[in-house]
Structures are given as C-alpha cells and as structure tokens.
C-alpha cells in the first residue's frame, strides 16, 4: 500500500494507472498534476485524483509513488522539474514507448536521484487518447516491460514488479537497448506502415471510393493509423536507428512480394505467404512466452 | 423464396451462405457439392444441406439458385463442370475475391448461360477457414458487391441484389474493372503487406523474442497475414496488374517516410502522420457511402 501516488499527466495512461490503483486498493491518496488546468479539473471532478497539483514538483511533495505519464517530448523537462523533490524511498516510474531516449533523459536530470527511476513501459493503449478514455482495467492482462537501472536497489525493482502484477500485468525485464529494438519491429514500425498505407489509399483520386468498400479487413490492418500523431512522431524520431533497421527487414520481404508478382511467379508468392500465414496463424498474444527467452521474466 | 439452391463448395463461405439462406426462410432445399467427399458427409450432418452431389452438375440439376463457392483456381474448372446443367432461369452466383478472371472465365465456358451468371463478392470472411467455422450471419452488415454482366436480363440482377438485403447484406454495383481495383487498394496489398510484414519480423534472430513481446496493436495489425495461403496466392496472382499499381503507391508513400527518419526530420514526420491519423480516426467501415459514390447502389 502507497501513501500517496504523485501522477503527473491525467491523460489516458495516467488517469487508467490512478484508476487501477485505487480500484486495487493500492494507494491511499492521489495528488495529480497536468500542463492543462481544465484536465486537472475533469480529473478532480471524476473522482480520478483527490487533490491537484500546480507543477509536478508539488505533486512529488509527500509522495512515495510517482508516474510520470506525459508526451515524450514532454520527459525531460519533467524530469527535470521532478528531480529536486523526489521524496527519499520514493519510486518513480514513468509509461513512455521508448526507453533508451527516456534512460538518457534521467541521467541528465535526475543526478542523486537517478536510482528511484525504473522505467516502465505498459504495452496497452488505445487509438483514443485522453482523460475520457480511461479505465481501471487497462494494463490487465497485458505485458509491462520494466527496463531497470544498474543504479536501482533490486527492492526497488521488484516492487515496482509488483504493483504492476497487482494492476493485473505480466511483467518482463529488458535493457533499454533490447526493448527499443523489440518494439522498433513489433509497435513503431507497424504504426509507420499503417499510416504510410491507410495515406497510399486514401491520397489516390480514387481514395474516398475506395475506402468506402473496405471491410473488417482493412479496418483492422489500419486501426493503428488512428493513433495520435504527436506522440507518434516523437516515438518514431526517438527509435529512429532501430525502426530504420526494422524498415530495412521490411522492405527486403516486400522486394520479394513485387518481384514474384512481377514475374506471375503463383509458387514463389505461395512460398512466401505459407511461412507467416501459418506464423501468425500459431502466433497468439501475450501467450506462455509473454516475456522473450533472453530476458529475465518474473 | 427459392426451390432449391445448388451449392458448389460448402467451406466458410459456401456453408455460411446456406445457413443464412434456411435462417432467413428464403429455401426450401439444399444440394450441396465439395469436392471432398468428406466434406459433404460434415455438411449434411451439420444440417447445412439436404443432400450431397457427386458433381457440380448434379448439385446444378432441378436448383433455381446456385452458388460457386470453391477456391479461385477451382472456378474456371467449375464453371465449364456446371454449364450444360444449369437450369432455365436460374440464378448463379459466386463469392470470388477477385471479379475480371471470373468474368473472363465464365465468358469462354458458359455460352449460351453466361445470362444466368451474376458476380458477386461478399466482403466478408474470417481467417479461419472451412465448414467448421461456418455461421448463418456472417454476411450480415457486410458489404455485398455484384458485377453484373451486360448480358444479364436485369430483373436476373434484381434478384440477386434483393436476396443479399434479405440476408443483411448492403449491396453495391460495380463494374469488374473497378472492383478489382479498389479491392487490389483495400484489400489486397494490405494482405500482402501483412504477410510480409509479419515475415520480416519473425525471421530475424530475434523473432520470437520480437514476436512474445507484440501487444494488441500488432495483433490487429497482423490478423490478415493469418490468411489461407493458397487463396491469397490465387487472388494477388489474379489481380496481379492492380496490386502492382497499389504497391506503387504504398512505396511511394513509405519512401517519403524512411526519407524523414532518415533525416531526422520531425516535423516532415509529424506532417506525413497527421494526414492518416485524422483519415482513419474520420472513417468507419460501411458508413452512410458504404457503395462508392461513381457506383450504382441500391
């Protein structure tokens, strides 16, 4: 049990970690801060933060438990702001997609506070951003990725392991480098090719007709593409090395596709489809290998 | 309501069809074909149909409806099988994916029966395929496209349509042209873009890794390349010449962003997202122009 979790930013990640928490009966008091006044408002008025605060330094005063759940452009400056009054024994965490970008952020800001940060990354969100789209139940059943720090007492670590597998999360252990590579192959780079794919279609003279037969099919493939496009920006510049190396893999496979196509070739199209069809069809989420065999899982 | 409806093929979609048909009131028999014996034998104990054929002529023999439900490759053969058996002023349809092969078949093998043939594709489907996973309303709320024929007597075409709405579908008329088009756009490289975006990840070393990490945004992303891989090859084997002109597109627009990333370039990156992201997040799949506007709806 926290005595008093120092959220700062309300937003659809933050405001889903107060709710689970409180719904979990982990926190006794939770103080929020957030760069709009009227969010902090909406969160106060739906019971989502007890007491506003006017700057994350004032939302860390008299905390034991702080997340830091803002843009990613938003990390450093918070960090910065935080640093000075990180309660001693407090644990900070924070949810951003990258970690190396976030690691170095911390380094620069936090100085002797460095070791009360464990980054944490919940592999949960939704297309719809924001405060209204929160919920308790949104890091259940989904896999928490912690990157810990060689400067952070192992207790340390293993109670953040373990909020988060009382919010209901599996949780895995990575470097910073491993997780951006994983992520830059299985979320940035997907997310590139939904928006650079659902903009192919929809920027033809043809695109409105065409979008106006798309089934289940195509909704699905691009619902990725809805995704809010600031914070995508930001993942994408932080990861760029690793998702140019994804996008290199990529388009190696997709020069294979145009030239069988190209060359009517049915049985090397076949070849290549027949691998990932039978893949993904065995692939299925978050299953006995949620966290990968190199890591070190709990 | 129809006498008897001759079914060619009883996997998903021919069964599904049979179901919904008996649901809906709408037959009063059902001859079903396969061409695995086994099949027939599944489908008959299944209720889908009331009699098994030997042959698609046989399943053709005394019905007014006819339905073509066997994999692209099998269509020519099928469609020169039923010719000398359809029945004067029956309706026959098939569920092809892809509509200028079909046509172009049914031309050198119907003869003097190509006036009983009206194409049609449902917009619907599942990754898993077969009679087992067959249900009554998989065509319901789904998109239903017909490419009729100048040949077809269109009161042939009316009924056609008329028996779709009955099963929920919303029906839209194209030509097989632009149905093969816009379908290369919203169906087919995005197929083929997820197959081989899922290989480019799971071949790496670090595959399964990469792969136990994937969260929901990657499940949804990928849910197509869980295709059947023979009809995928057959379908962008058909529609070689449009997904080619659709992959130019999509490279066209992924090159602009590995130009971004590789420049570091923010705010080109930001530019290239937003477009999408307001696209996807505006549009919903069968809204009010669930036919496209240059079309003949209903």
């Known amino acids: 049990m926290f005595q008093q979790l120092g959220l700062i930013g309300c937003g659809l990640m933050g405001a889903s970690f107060a709710l689970a928490l409180r719904e979990a009966g982990l926190v006794r008091r939770i103080v929020g801060h957030s760069a709009s006044p009227a969010t902090v408002q909406k969160a106060l008025a739906r019971g989502v933060i007890d007491a506003g605060a006017a700057s994350p330094a004032e939302a860390a005063a008299g905390s034991d438990l702080l997340l830091l759940a803002v843009p990613v452009a938003a990390t450093a400056s918070s960090l910065a702001a935080l640093a000075p009054a990180i309660e001693d024994g407090a644990l900070l965490m924070d949810v951003g997609s990258t970690k190396r970008d976030v690691v170095a952020a911390a380094r620069r800001s936090l100085g002797p506070r460095l070791a009360h940060f464990v980054p944490a990354h919940p592999i949960a969100g939704k297309e719809k951003a924001g405060l209204d789209h929160a919920e308790a139940g949104l890091y259940r059943e989904r896999t928490l990725i912690l990157t810990p720090l060689p400067e952070n007492p192992p207790a340390r670590v293993e109670a953040a392991a373990a909020l988060w597998r009382a919010l ?131």
Chains 1, 2 share one sequence.
């Open 168 to 298: 209901g999360s599996r949780v895995c252990q990575l470097s910073p480098e491993a997780h951006d590579a994983h992520f830059a192959a299985v979320s940035h780079l997907p997310h590139l090719i939904a928006f650079a794919a659902f903009q192919a279609v929809a920027a033809q003279p043809d695109g409105a007709a065409h979008l106006a037969l798309a089934g289940p099919g195509f909704r699905d493939f691009t619902r990725i593409a809805a995704s809010d496009p600031a914070v995508w920006r930001d993942i994408l510049a932080a990861n760029r090395d690793e998702v140019l190396r994804q996008l290199d893999f990529f388009e190696a496979e997709l020069a294979r596709h145009r030239q069988a196509l190209q060359a009517g070739d049915a049985a090397a199209l076949e070849a290549l489809i027949r691998t990932p069809a039978a893949g993904r069809s065995a692939w299925t989420m978050g299953g006995p290998a949620a966290c990968p065999p190199a890591a070190a899982g709990d």
